[in-house]
């Protein structure tokens, strides 16, 4: 149970990349004061977890409706989460986040940020939501595996907020140059993840 709760939460963690995104979450709430800054963080983490746990809960009964069957999405999961891994590495991912929340921020100062562009797509991105469906639905075979992805993704959403909230205290200081060393690190695992996927799907196909 520990490991596949270790499992599950480095996948997350790793995907929705809260320290990657630090940058980018500074960029687009710059014209806000702290106390806002704050808020926005604590209310684009709760908005991007109901987004993931929606997915978590309903995954697998999208996958039944479309008969799709757990291998193939296990395969095409493993693929597109491998060329996430390739964006990250590169730092198109991030440039490409900061690009578009920085226009967004600018053509939609009075909209809520916490829901857009923080919550979709920067916390629940494509990516983070391909990853929570082939997790649970990997864990769909008993409860107590199902419930183990749910608390592992509670986790890193409260470690996400965390990170958030530390940010906007560690904004004079913080360097930009670390944030991506670390995006690069968590690159390379996600690499090794999706890869498995890959190897997973295809074993099951036997």
Same mark, same amino acid.
């Given at each position: ?122 916390? *629940?991105?494509?990516? @983070?939501?391909? !990853? $929570?469906?082939? &997790?649970?639905? #990997?864990?769909? /075979? ?44 968590? *690159?390379?695992?996600? @690499?090794?993840? !999706? $890869?498995?996927? &890959?190897?997973? #799907?295809?074993? /099951?196909?036997?």
């Amino acid at each position: 149970m520990i490991e596949s709760f270790i499992t599950a939460f480095i996948i997350y963690f790793v995907v929705i990349d809260p320290i990657g995104n630090a940058p980018v979450f500074l960029a687009v709430t710059t014209a806000q004061t702290r106390r806002q800054k704050y808020r926005t963080a604590i209310e684009a983490t709760l908005f991007a977890s109901f987004i993931m746990l929606f997915f978590a809960l309903c995954g697998a009964w999208v996958l039944a409706y479309l008969k799709i069957t757990q291998p193939a999405f296990k395969i095409a999961g493993g693929i597109i989460l491998f060329m996430v891994s390739l964006d990250m590495l590169s730092a198109k991912r991030q440039q490409r986040k900061r690009d578009e929340s920085t226009t967004d921020n600018a053509d939609n100062e009075g909209d809520n940020l916490a829901i857009y562009p923080l919550a979709i797509p920067m916390l *629940a991105g494509p990516a @983070a939501i391909i !990853s $929570v469906i082939v &997790v649970t639905a #990997g864990f769909a /075979a008993e409860l107590s595996q199902s419930l183990i992805g749910y608390v592992a993704l509670v986790a890193v959403m409260a470690s996400t907020g965390l990170i958030l909230c530390l940010t906007v205290i560690a904004e004079s200081w913080l360097n930009e140059k670390v944030t991506m060393v670390f995006s690069r690190i968590t *690159a390379i695992i996600l @690499a090794g993840l !999706s $890869v498995q996927y &890959v190897l997973d #799907g295809l074993l /099951a196909l036997k």
